[in-house]
């Protein structure tokens, strides 16, 4: 079982930054989860944003947030990040950190149905 708190979400004035903290605690040792964000805009589906492996290595969903956005993760402290920059007012929305065992998304890190770890969410709203 694995638990994600995600933090850092508040209001931002567009062209501003802020930066996303999930933590992951786990009674497991196995930590080679695949961790990654996804978002949801008001009357919007969710959607995938940016997912990390344990190596580091990194992908993006949306051409939109690409130079924009980093994901980046500390193995050591359980933690994934998503630093937002340049924000819009399309940014606004109800970010969830969600993790899944590298095998079971390796193939499709995007894939919502495959993630069975989900936090509350954090809330992002992009406004003056």
């Known amino acids: 079982q694995v638990t994600l708190v995600e933090s850092g979400g508040g209001t931002v004035p567009p062209g501003g930054s802020i930066r996303l903290t999930c933590v992951a605690s786990s009674s497991e040792s196995n930590r080679d989860v695949v961790m990654t964000w996804f978002r949801q805009a008001p009357g919007k589906q969710r959607e995938g944003v940016a997912a990390?492996?344990?190596?580091?290595?990194?992908?993006y969903a949306l051409d939109s947030v690409k130079g924009r956005f980093k994901i980046s993760r500390d193995n050591f402290k359980n933690a994934a990040y998503l630093d937002m920059g340049s924000l819009r007012a399309s940014d606004t929305a109800m970010y969830y950190c969600?993790?899944?065992?590298?095998?079971?998304?390796?193939?499709?890190?995007?894939?919502?149905?495959?993630?069975?770890?989900w936090g509350q969410g954090t809330q992002v709203t992009v406004s003056f």
């Open positions: 990390i492996f344990i190596d580091g290595s990194s992908y």
């Open positions: 969600a993790a899944a065992p590298t095998r079971w998304v390796s193939l499709e890190p995007f894939r919502e149905s495959k993630y069975p770890y």
